[in-house]
């Protein structure tokens, strides 16, 4: 296809500035003079241009022009569509480069560009990955204003080649406002920032927090080219937050062009950033969408999510007050106790509960935080975070006399030194801090001591120095549930089969005892989701008539949060009792498993695994 003059004009100027920075003049002369004094014979001093090009060849000068036209002209070949509305949930997909003509006058956006890493100095000695084959991986996670990105998954190197672009728009909080223009002014009051998060995934699927930095946008208000490039060095989390783990090239710029350059003078934990932050700042009420129907599912979903303590300083078994900002704690798919309460805590306000994080210990003085709401009616629940189960709190009453009956509690928590949500802080100033004498009359402040209300406001509102950017919109489930059950089943299988063969023993399956094993499953996840125990009669009917008479049943079920056969199975064999059921003999014996994988928002998943056998009785 032929190229416009001005095209045309305009790609000759670029070759003819990459030919001038690679220096191939010079480069040509030097190839020149060597071929003529080192291939020349003296009685035939002329020199082809078919020569001279096959030495240019030869020393791989040809190549190099080349490859580095090749990347001009493709970054100056590409074009991007742009949508108008604003993005207000999660992208997946390849993020394109801005088409500049295209943009919609009536909004104000920030194009931030990945332009590649380096320094990544744990990756120094890593090899290159073949064609196919599995390696680790870097993703960088976005969130800005309700916007949540991923770039593509890139190998782990020395210099990962991160190359994505996001675009975020700017856009007005006050109702009516959102699709209106923001001048320079206006969103330099913005005071979100933009929250990177790197989540390293190893060639199994785990997934480990690199770093999490906090960029802050509005330099691009300030650059008189509206272009701001800057070096992000990211520095590692917990311990290792002084460590750098790599830098970063980040590219910022405004479309629409600013009209107006402003000028350039214009109670509490730490983060993985190591920044300290109020307890009240890691609270917002988050709406699940059609995520989650109920506050049970919820507290389901949050119990699902992998448990990690923080690490600790210099060893030895104290504990380490990390807390995980929210989009961390859901990239990475995992946290410490309080990032599960504060998720479940944020959610259930988003259900209009009165809901608190409660700070206390358990068994043996162990730190530990658990969620709690208050009912209309004067009821107290206790929501324990990494279960999903649910305590009704009845208080007992020391001075009453001994033949009183008191109530004897059933949940795991011992002592509670402080509530708190996005609008409270309560200290308990009570004679005991024992949760089972406690009174949850919060109005009472000789029990309940509260923070002021302007002193919480003054310190974890919008635009605070310590505040957080409102909390990240959950996203749906990539994971085929019935897809994932049947992998793992047959995976459960052959591992079964393989551990009696080594015992020399044969396996024969039943399919049909397979299957009526799904009943029970489902009813373990809906009790507990709901805490209701349904369809027990209707499973145990089944497996009667399944199993003939002078035979016997053993089933053994058991539950994960993860994916991993092999890991699972290795797990079960602890079990003597499923080891007895695995390693089974005797007459007739036929085995059976079932896998049903339960999947909810993040990719989170509950996993049931149930392995069965039948035999005949021999006395």
């Known amino acids: 296809m032929a190229l416009l003059p001005d095209k045309a004009s305009e790609l000759k100027q670029i070759i003819r ?4 920075k690679m220096d191939v003049h010079g480069r ?20 082809s241009t078919d020569d001279l090009m096959k030495a240019l060849r030869r020393r791989g000068i040809i190549d190099d022009v080349m490859k ?3 990347v001009v002209t493709d970054m100056n070949d590409q074009e991007v569509t742009l949508d108008p509305k604003p993005s207000t949930h999660f992208v997946d997909r390849q993020p394109p480069v801005l088409k500049k003509t295209n943009i919609d006058p009536t909004r104000r956006y920030l194009y931030l560009q990945v332009l590649g890493g380096k320094a990544f100095l744990e990756h120094l000695q890593e090899p290159e990955p073949l064609p196919g084959q599995t390696c680790s991986t870097f993703t960088l996670y976005l969130l800005f204003r309700n916007q949540r990105f991923r770039s593509k998954p890139v190998p782990c190197a020395c210099e990962p080649d991160f190359h994505d672009g996001f675009l975020l728009e700017v856009h007005k909080d006050s109702l009516g406002d959102g699709s209106k223009m923001m001048d320079a002014t206006t969103m330099l009051s913005i005071c979100d920032p933009v929250h990177m998060v790197l989540i390293k995934t190893d060639m199994f699927g785990e997934t480990s927090l690199i770093a999490s930095y906090f960029l802050e946008w509005r330099s691009a208000l300030v650059a008189e080219n509206r272009i701001t490039n800057i070096a992000v060095e990211l520095l590692g989390v917990g311990t290792e937050s002084k460590v750098s783990v790599g830098v970063l090239n980040i590219r910022l710029e405004m479309y629409p062009q600013l009209n107006k350059i402003l000028s350039q003078e214009i109670i509490n934990t730490q983060d993985e950033n190591r920044i300290n932050r109020p307890v009240c700042s890691y609270i917002r009420p988050l709406r699940a969408g059609r995520l989650l129907d109920t506050p049970r599912q919820a507290a389901r979903f949050v119990s699902v999510l992998g448990y990690e303590r923080a690490p600790v300083i210099g060893g030895g078994s104290g504990k380490q007050e990390q807390w995980c900002t929210l989009l961390a704690f859901l990239c990475r798919n995992k946290g410490d106790c309080e990032d599960h309460a504060n998720l479940l805590c944020s959610l259930l306000l988003g259900y209009g509960l009165k809901a ?3 700070v206390g210990t ?3 003085a162990v730190p530990h935080a658990w969620v709690m709401t208050c009912g209309t009616d004067g009821i107290i629940t206790f929501w324990e975070s990494l279960t999903g189960h649910r305590y009704i709190h009845s208080p007992i009453h020391p001075d009453d006399p001994p033949l009183i009956e008191q109530p004897k509690p059933t949940y795991p928590y011992r002592t509670i030194g402080c509530i708190f949500n996005n609008q409270a802080f309560l200290a308990n100033c009570q004679p005991s801090d024992a949760v089972e004498v406690c009174a949850f009359d919060l109005h009472d402040e000789s029990k309940w001591k509260p923070m002021s209300e302007e002193a919480i406001k003054s310190v974890c509102a919008p635009g605070a120095t310590t505040s957080l950017p409102p909390l990240p919109p959950l996203c749906a489930s990539t994971i085929d549930a019935a897809s994932a059950s049947n992998e793992i089943e047959l995976q459960s299988r052959i591992l079964v089969s393989e551990y009696r063969k080594d015992l020399g023993l044969t396996t024969v399956w039943d399919d049909q005892l397979s299957y009526l094993l799904s009943p029970a499953l489902a009813a373990y996840e809906l009790e507990r989701t709901t805490s209701i125990s349904a369809g027990n009669e209707e499973f145990q009917d089944a497996i009667r008539r399944a199993v003939p008479d002078g035979h016997t049943f053993k089933g053994f079920p058991i539950h994960f949060v993860y994916r991993n056969a092999r890991r699972a199975f290795a ?8 080891e007895e059921i695995i390693c089974c003999r005797g007459d007739q014996v036929r085995l059976a498993v079932r896998v049903r994988v339960f999947a909810y928002p993040e990719s989170a998943c509950a996993v049931w695994i149930m392995f069965a056998c039948k035999y005949r009785s021999v006395l």
Do not use: G, Y
């Open 17 to 20: 500035q990459q030919l001038a």
């Open 356 to 358: 608190f994080v409660c």
């Open 68 to 70: 580095e036209l090749k």
């Open 362 to 364: 358990k068994a043996k």
């Open 571 to 578: 797990t079960c064999l602890r079990s003597p009792f499923c």
């Open 28 to 47: 040509i002369r030097e190839v020149l003079a060597e071929t003529i004094r080192d291939e020349i014979v003296p009685e035939h001093q002329q020199l």
